[in-house]
């Protein structure tokens, strides 16, 4: 007699009853999960048990279970949409859309996209392992064939969106897990609407700050601890969004006197006057100075002195700097590097100040002090050190070659169209951290003016206060 089996991947095969076993459990055990992380599921659950008992006691009827359900489901999705998205509603989106759309097509869509493989023996197609579905993006994992990489998949992103009918698919790798990659597929622009900044802690500074929502709805945080940042964008591309994201974020460790910034902003002040209050030293020039790119230059020269006398501090001891309130993390904020970089017009100066970020952009890091700068052009005559930024950040740019300027060669070609953002989505952009193949395309806090000046407020009455108690 022979044998069901059903094929996993293109090297094993397992028993159909194994497979079908162990697919059962695992739904079982995320529908449960879920349901514990869901209230109203779990209330939805005893409501329907004490019903059931109820019935069985008065006199079961079988008919009256049907109502029963639908009532308490109503009253699920009515009293706590959210929870009954989460835990039905998007498992059912996503068994009608893998089983409608993607599985139905799978085979003939990698076949057109020259992912199959075909030799003597068989025919060897890449395993849809599952689709997970949310309101705009289906999140399509799949397991690779033998040699196969990202980059296959990332060259014919265009054809697979194409054929499953996304505006645009995205590649991403998933961790842990060298031979599978996810494909998202937009189905709708899942970053139109605006994104309120979160509350943050003090906590948040190892862990990454959050800054920017990505494209399966979950925030992306932006480690600062041990990394320069580069924002690029053209005028308009909200750079400042990024900027503010970070510094209102830092707030709470700068309070508590984990972070300090010195602020450098070259357009008078324009940029960054709103957060002072957040700021130890602010650097700005003024229609009254000869030569305000002397002050940036020194304010520069004392983060090099800063950086120096760490390095003889932890020489020996550590090779990462932790922040303490002795040794807090050193954040200089520079509005546009090209105003210190390309457009000084006094060589000494121009040089002096050149000197002084290309150390701290190669020796800062490790001893906690750290270079957020954006600029408008990321070309190498305004930007000569843009390679010495671990975290790139590239908002609406003009051009494609900018691209590859900004988050390195190959960026474009694994999906990073920074070029085609519109301009009706300002703090839209991909963000690429050294270490990490591929790039993510977030949406960036709003922060509006009253919130940074709010924030500059708080810390000004929380510092104010622990003198009081000194
Ligand atoms: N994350 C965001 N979400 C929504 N709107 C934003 C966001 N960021 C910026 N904007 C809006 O876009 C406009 C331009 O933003 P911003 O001034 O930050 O751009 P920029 O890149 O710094 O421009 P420039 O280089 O000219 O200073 C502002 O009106 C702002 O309200």
Do not use: N
Not at 143 to 160: H, I, N, S, T
Not at 216 to 236: F, K, P, Y
Not at 356 to 381: C, F, H, I, T, Y
């Amino acid at each position: 007699m022979r044998r069901l089996v059903v094929r996993i991947g293109p090297i094993r095969r397992e028993p159909a009853w194994l497979v079908v076993t162990l697919a059962v459990c695992r739904v079982v055990s995320r529908g449960a999960r879920r349901l514990a992380r869901a209230p109203f599921g779990v209330l939805a659950v005893v409501a329907l048990a004490g019903w059931a008992v109820l019935l069985t006691v008065y006199g079961w009827r079988w008919w009256q279970l049907g109502p029963t359900v639908v009532v308490v489901l109503l009253g699920w999705r009515w009293l706590w949409p959210s929870g009954f998205g989460r835990v039905l509603g998007l498992p059912l989106r996503s068994v009608r859309r893998g089983g409608r759309i993607y599985r139905r097509q799978w085979s003939s869509a990698m076949d057109a996209s020259g992912l199959v493989r075909v030799t003597e023996q068989a025919r060897q197609v890449p395993r849809l392992v599952r689709v997970r579905s949310s309101r705009s993006v289906d999140r399509v994992t799949v397991e690779m064939l033998p040699g196969q990489v990202l980059d296959d998949f990332a060259g014919v992103a265009d054809r697979l969106a194409q054929t499953f009918g996304a505006l645009d698919c995205r590649v991403h790798s998933v961790p842990r897990r060298p031979h599978r990659l996810e494909l998202w597929m937009l189905i709708k622009e899942p970053l139109e609407q605006i994104v309120e900044p979160f509350p943050t802690t003090v906590d948040d500074l190892t862990r990454g700050i959050p800054v920017a929502r990505s494209e399966d709805g979950q925030v992306h945080r932006l480690v600062i601890v041990g990394s320069h940042v580069l924002v690029v964008g053209a005028t308009g591309s909200g750079k400042g969004s990024v900027v503010w994201s970070l510094l209102v974020g830092l707030r709470p460790a700068i309070t508590a006197g984990l972070v300090r910034v010195w602020a450098i902003d070259p357009k008078g002040g324009m940029e960054l006057s709103l957060g002072v209050g957040l700021f130890d030293r602010f650097c700005h020039g003024d229609a009254t100075s000869a030569s305000y790119e002397e002050a940036f230059a020194v304010l520069l020269d004392d983060a090099v002195t800063v950086m120096r006398q760490r390095q003889d501090l932890l020489r020996g001891v550590t090779r990462l700097h932790e922040p303490s309130v002795d040794e807090p993390l050193l954040i200089i904020v520079i509005d546009e590097l090209a105003a210190l970089s390309g457009w000084v017009a006094d060589r000494t100066l121009k040089k002096r100040i050149e000197t002084a970020l290309g150390l701290l952009l190669s020796q800062g890091r490790a001893v906690g002090v750290v270079v957020l700068g954006a600029v408008q052009d990321p070309r190498k005559e305004v930007l000569p050190m843009r390679d010495l930024f671990p975290t790139r950040i590239a908002l609406r740019v003009s051009e494609a070659e900018q691209v590859g300027l900004v988050l390195g060669q190959g960026a474009r070609a694994r999906g990073a169209f920074a070029d085609r953002i519109p301009e009706r989505l300002p703090g839209v952009g991909y963000v690429v951290v050294d270490g990490i193949a591929e790039p993510r395309r977030v949406r960036f806090f709003y922060v509006t003016d009253d919130r940074i000046v709010e924030a500059g407020r708080q810390h000004a009455a929380s510092v104010d206060a622990s003198e009081v108690a000194a």
